[in-house]
Nanobody, 123 residues
C-alpha cells in the first residue's frame, strides 16, 4: 500500500508564504511522469476541495480562489510534489492533502490520500 506523506504546513500571518511538499514510499519517476497529481484542502465544517493539479505533461490547473497566489510543481527525479503558497489569506486555513490522479489525465478520481499537513493563516 502506498504511504503518502505531506509536509511543510504551519502557522503564518496573512500575506505570508509556505511551501508544501508531498512524497510517497512507492512513488517513482514513472508515477510523476505518467500520473496526474493534485493538492486538496479541507477546512473544518467544509467539504474537501481541489486546490491545484498538475498533469503528466506539466499542465496545471488551479481553483479560482488560489490563482495567481499558489503554484503547483513536481520534481520527477525526486518523486516529490510541491505547492508554493504566497499571499496567504485566513480563508486558506485548512488541512492540505496531496493525491494521485489518473494515468495521463486529471479527469478521473484521486486516491492515495495521506494524513495531510495543517496550514493556519491568522489575520
Amino acid at each position: 500500500q502506498v504511504q503518502v506523506v505531506e509536509s511543510g504546513g504551519g502557522s503564518v500571518q496573512a500575506g505570508g508564504s509556505l511551501k508544501l511538499s508531498c512524497g510517497a514510499s512507492r512513488y517513482t519517476f514513472n508515477t510523476f511522469s505518467y500520473y496526474c497529481m493534485g493538492w486538496f484542502r479541507q477546512a473544518p465544517g467544509k467539504e474537501r476541495e481541489e486546490v491545484a493539479t498538475i498533469d503528466s505533461d506539466g499542465t496545471t490547473s488551479y481553483a479560482d480562489s488560489v490563482k495567481g497566489r499558489f503554484t503547483i510543481a513536481k520534481d520527477n527525479a525526486k518523486s516529490t510534489l510541491f505547492l508554493q503558497m504566497n499571499s496567504l489569506k485566513p480563508e486558506d486555513t485548512a488541512m492540505y492533502y496531496c493525491a494521485r490522479g489518473g494515468y495521463n489525465t486529471c479527469s478521473s478520481s484521486f486516491g492515495d490520500w495521506g494524513q495531510g499537513t495543517q496550514v493556519t493563516v491568522s489575520s
